[in-house]
C-alpha cells in the first residue's frame, strides 16, 4: 500500500500573508471544524485499543505514551492529568519524549531520529508484558517510536499507535494502530495544528473511557479526584452535598475527615461519620 503523508501536504490556503487577522481566525477555525468528525471515523479503532488498555491496566499493567515533539509533549499532558483527575499512582499513565524531560519546554535536536533510544528510556521503568505502549506521531515515521514499538512487539508487550497519515511505517508496526487523517494543515507542515487537536481529542478519549471502566468516576463525577486547590474542595464539597443532600458545612465536615469524595459518602451511607 503507498504512503502519502498528507500532514505535509501545500495548505488548502495561499498568501496567509495578505489575510486580515479576522480572515485568519475565520479560516482556522474552518479547518479545526473538520477534526472531531475525522475522530468519530476512528472510533472502532479506539475502541480495540482501550478495550486491551483496561484489560492490561486490570491485571497490574501499565499505559505507556512514547512519542517526540507536539506528539510527545501532549502524552505527557495526558499523563499527567490522570493522578489528580482520576486519583490514580503517577505510575499508571506514563508519558516519555524524544529527548527526556529538556524536550518538554525545548526541542532536542535529532533526538526523534534515535533508533536506540526509545526503548531505552521504556527499559528505565522495567517495561513488561503487563503493560501497554502507545506510540504517538502525526507524522508516522518518527524513528524514535516506530523503533520502540518494534522491540515492544518482539518483547510480548501489547502496542498501539496514534497517528494521522494512512498507511505509515507507525500505523504498519503498532498491533492496535488509530489513523486520524486530518489532512493538511493551515499552514503547511505544522502538525501542531489540526493533527494535534486530533491527538489531544483521542488522547482525552483513551484515559477517560479507561478510567471510568476501572471504576474512577461515579455517575458523572470525579470522586476520586485529588483535593489539590481551593477549586477542588469545592467542586468536592458540591459532589456531597449533591450526593448526600446534606449542608454546605456538613459536606465540607466529611472532606475533611476523609480527604477524598468517594471514601466520605462511603462512611456516610454506612453510618460511619
Avoid at 16 to 34: A, G, Y
Wanted: contains cysteine.
Amino acid at each position: 500500500m503507498s504512503f502519502t503523508k498528507t500532514t505535509e501536504q501545500d495548505s488548502n490556503y495561499n498568501h496567509l500573508e495578505r489575510m486580515s487577522v479576522k480572515e485568519l481566525l475565520s479560516n482556522i477555525n474552518k479547518e479545526d471544524k473538520t477534526v472531531p468528525d475525522t475522530v468519530e471515523k476512528a472510533l472502532a479503532e479506539i475502541e480495540n485499543l482501550v478495550n486491551v488498555i483496561v484489560e492490561k491496566l486490570k491485571q497490574g499493567g501499565r499505559l505507556f505514551y512514547i512519542g517526540a515533539g507536539t506528539s510527545g509533549r501532549l502524552g505527557i499532558l495526558d499523563a499527567s492529568e490522570c493522578p489528580p483527575t482520576f486519583g490514580v499512582s503517577h505510575d499508571l499513565v506514563i508519558g516519555l519524549i524524544a529527548g527526556g524531560d529538556t524536550a518538554i519546554r525545548k526541542a532536542v535536536e535529532f533526538a526523534e531520529d534515535s533508533k536506540t533510544q526509545g526503548w531505552e528510556d521504556l527499559q528505565a521503568y522495567h517495561i513488561s508484558n503487563k503493560d501497554v505502549v502507545v506510540g504517538i506521531a502525526a507524522s508516522g515515521t518518527t524513528p524514535y517510536v516506530i523503533s520502540a514499538l518494534e522491540t515492544c512487539n518482539t518483547n510480548n508487550i501489547v502496542t498501539g499507535c496514534i497517528t494521522c497519515n494512512a498507511n505509515s511505517p507507525l500505523s504498519k508496526t503498532a498491533q492496535f494502530p488509530i489513523e486520524v487523517i486530518v489532512g493538511p494543515e493551515f499552514v503547511t507542515g505544522s502538525s501542531r495544528m489540526k493533527a494535534g487537536t486530533a491527538q489531544k481529542l483521542v488522547l482525552n478519549m483513551i484515559t477517560t473511557s479507561t478510567m471510568i471502566q476501572l471504576g474512577h468516576i461515579k455517575g458523572n463525577k470525579m470522586v476520586d479526584m485529588q483535593l489539590s486547590n481551593n477549586k477542588l474542595v469545592d467542586r468536592g464539597t458540591k459532589m456531597i452535598m449533591s450526593e448526600l443532600n446534606i449542608s454546605e458545612s456538613e459536606a465540607k465536615a466529611l472532606l475533611h475527615t476523609y480527604k477524598n469524595v468517594r471514601t466520605a459518602i462511603k462512611n456516610y451511607n454506612n453510618g460511619t461519620n
